[in-house]
């Protein structure tokens, strides 16, 4: 079992802004776990925290034996891809050399080259546009482009930013639709999302974080729906 572990992680920016006060995550193989919260309440932070691109003030992070807050510590090698809010495509290349940069770290030509069809099989909508500039992609085929990209190291733990943000309805269901098949496949799945109805149906547990990053509750549909402070917050009715 490779578990994700963070552990009372405390983050700030600069010397005033406090992002994550004391938030403690879980997230088991096999599962899909999401971070839930308004602008601004840090879920993005710990995701970052996660993916290697902000340090921490204090507190542990872990993924399986591997310490994530080690100097060095390779979230490629362990299996742990990052898909960011911003979508991270780079806007002058096709969406062909954005694939197969995406495995620019494996060695094994003919298993890239089947990866790839997977995930051209998986999102038609980059077989058609394969040769033109990412740049010239509409949100939702860069969002799409974005999480095929992270796919082409394996990853054992997908970490996804705010998938959906902007994106038309039938895209929103297509991302959901791709997120419970990845899931299917044995990718675990930590997912930041301000669609809480959408992504506490999807997910097994759910972690609520309010400002100044504290999580306030967590648990499946059924206990989040139970908890006054988390209904009160996220203004279920
Ligand atoms: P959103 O849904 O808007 O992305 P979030 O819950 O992901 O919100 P974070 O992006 O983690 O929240 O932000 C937490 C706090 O840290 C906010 O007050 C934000 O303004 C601040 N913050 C985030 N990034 C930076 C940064 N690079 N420099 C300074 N402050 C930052």
Do not use: C
């Not at 990209?149 to 990853?155: C, G, K, S, T, W």
């Amino acid at each position: 079992m490779t578990t994700l572990t963070v552990h009372d992680l405390f983050v700030r920016y600069g010397k005033s802004i406090v992002a994550v006060q004391g938030a403690s995550i879980e997230v088991r193989e096999g599962e899909i776990v999401s971070l839930l919260g308004q602008n601004g309440a840090g879920k993005s932070t710990i995701l970052k925290v996660i993916a290697g691109l902000q340090p921490p003030l204090s507190g542990e992070v872990s993924f399986g034996d591997i310490d994530l807050l080690h100097k060095g510590a390779n979230r490629i090698a362990a299996g742990i891809a990052y898909v960011p809010e911003d979508r991270g495509v780079f806007a002058s290349l096709s969406v062909g050399e954005n694939l197969r940069l995406g495995a620019v770290t494996r060695r094994d030509r003919a298993g890239v080259d089947a990866d790839i069809e997977m995930q051209l099989e998986r999102f038609p909508i980059l077989r058609k546009y394969w040769s033109r500039g990412a740049s010239l992609l509409s949100g939702g085929e860069q969002q799409q482009l974005s999480i095929a990209r992270a796919l082409m190291i394996r990853p054992k733990l997908l970490l996804l930013d705010e998938p959906t943000l902007g994106l038309a309805p039938i895209i929103v269901d297509l991302i959901f639709d791709v997120i419970q098949q990845l899931n299917d496949e044995g990718v675990t799945i930590l997912l930041v999302e301000q669609n809480a109805v959408r992504s506490i149906a999807i997910s097994d547990r759910s972690y609520v974080v309010q400002a100044p990053g504290r999580i306030i509750g967590s648990g499946t549909a059924q206990e989040l729906a139970d908890n006054a402070a988390v209904v009160d917050y996220l203004g279920f009715s």
